[in-house]
C-alpha cells in the first residue's frame, strides 16, 4: 500500500518553510571561450551532484551572464533565496568587494529575496586531498600503471610524460 | 622483538627503486602578501596530509621563490624526481606553455632529474563536493545551526550573513 505522506515543509505556515534556494556559481569572466566554458561545465557537474533545483551560472565580468542576469532568472524560476558561490581559489577583494557589491545591485529590484555570498574554495581541506589525488593519477599514468580513472583535464593524453632523468630511464 | 627488516626499496637495485620524489606547488604569484601566503599555508597544508618528504612552494612570476629556486632547493634536499603542480583552476596557457617551460629551464642544470607537470584542480570530481560544502557551512552558519567545522576564511565571524528578504524574516 502506498500512502501520500507530505512533507514537513508542506504542512508548515509559508512563512516557516524552507525557502526556495538557488545556488549561483560565479567566477571571474573571461574574454576566452573556453575559460567561460569551463564555468558551465562546473555549473553541469555540480547540478548533477546537488540538490538544488535552480542552479546559474554567472561572469564577474567581460562575459554574459553576468550576476544580475542570473539572479533575475533565479528568481524568475521561483527562487526565494539566492546562494552565491564565488568560483575563485583565493579569498581577496572579488570575494570581499566587488561580488558582494554585484549582487547588492542585482538584487535591488527583488527586496524579499534574500542572498548570501558563501567562501569560496579557499583552503578547504579537501583541496590539498585533490592535489594528492591529481599527483597520484598523473604518476600512475606516466609510469605506465593502472589507474583508476580518467582524467577531466588532458583525457590522458599527451599530458603525463616524465621528462629529464637522463641517467635513470632505460632507452625504450 | 623487534627486527630490523629492509623496505621493499633498500633491497632492489638502485637503478630499480622509486626515486626520491618532491613536490612544488607552483600558483601564479602576485604583488600582494596576502595572496602569496595563502600559497604557502596551502603548501603546509598539503604537507601535513601526504607522504612527500620533500614540498616546496613556488610562484611562477611577480615573486619569490620562482621556480628555478623551488626546483634547485628540491635537488638539494636530495629529490631524484620533481613533481609539479599548478595550484591553479583551469588549464590554460600557464599550464599547457608557461610552467612547462619554466620547468624546462628550471631542471637544465639537472638533467639526471626526472619531472613531470600535473593537471591543475581543473574540473576534479570533488570540487563539486567542496562547494557544496562551502555552501551547507555558510548557510548553516547565517541560520544559526550548529555546523561541524569552523571556516577558513572568515573563521565564521563577519561572513556568512543572509541579506535582503525584506518581508521574510522576523525583526530581531
Redesign the interface.
Known amino acids: 500500500m502506498c500512502t501520500f505522506m507530505p512533507v514537513e515543509s508542506d504542512i508548515l505556515p509559508t ?1 516557516l518553510r524552507p ?1 526556495v ?1 538557488a ?1 549561483v ?1 560565479v ?1 571571474h569572466g573571461s574574454r ?1 571561450t ?2 567561460n566554458q ?1 564555468l558551465y ?2 555549473t553541469k ?2 547540478a ?3 540538490d538544488y533545483a535552480i542552479i546559474e551560472p554567472a561572469h564577474m565580468e567581460l562575459a554574459q551572464p553576468d550576476i544580475a542576469t542570473a539572479f533575475r532568472k533565479c528568481v524568475e524560476q521561483g527562487a ?2 539566492v ?1 552565491v ?1 564565488p ?6 577583494r572579488h570575494w570581499s568587494e566587488d561580488i558582494p557589491g554585484l549582487v ?1 545591485e542585482a ?1 535591488k529590484p ?26 597520484q ?3 600512475g599514468v ?1 609510469e605506465g600503471r593502472p589507474v583508476a580513472d580518467s ?4 583525457d590522458d593524453t599527451g ?11 632505460q632507452p625504450r
Not at 568560483?87 to 581577496?92: A, I, R, T
Not at 567562501?119 to 599527483?135: K, T
Not at 582524467?151 to 588532458?154: A, E, G, K, W
Not at 599530458?159 to 630511464?169: D, I, Q, S, T, V
Request: net charge negative; with cysteine.
Open positions: 512563512n525557502p534556494t545556488v556559481i567566477d576566452k573556453a575559460s569551463m561545465q562546473a557537474i555540480f548533477a551532484q546537488s526565494a533565496r546562494v558561490f568560483y575563485f581559489l583565493s579569498p581577496g547588492t538584487a527583488f527586496p524579499d529575496v534574500e542572498w548570501l555570498v558563501t567562501a569560496p574554495f579557499g583552503l578547504h581541506p579537501e583541496m590539498a586531498s585533490i592535489i594528492n589525488d591529481r599527483i593519477h598523473c604518476l606516466a582524467c577531466d583535464v588532458c599530458g603525463c610524460e616524465l621528462r629529464g632523468g637522463a641517467n635513470r630511464r
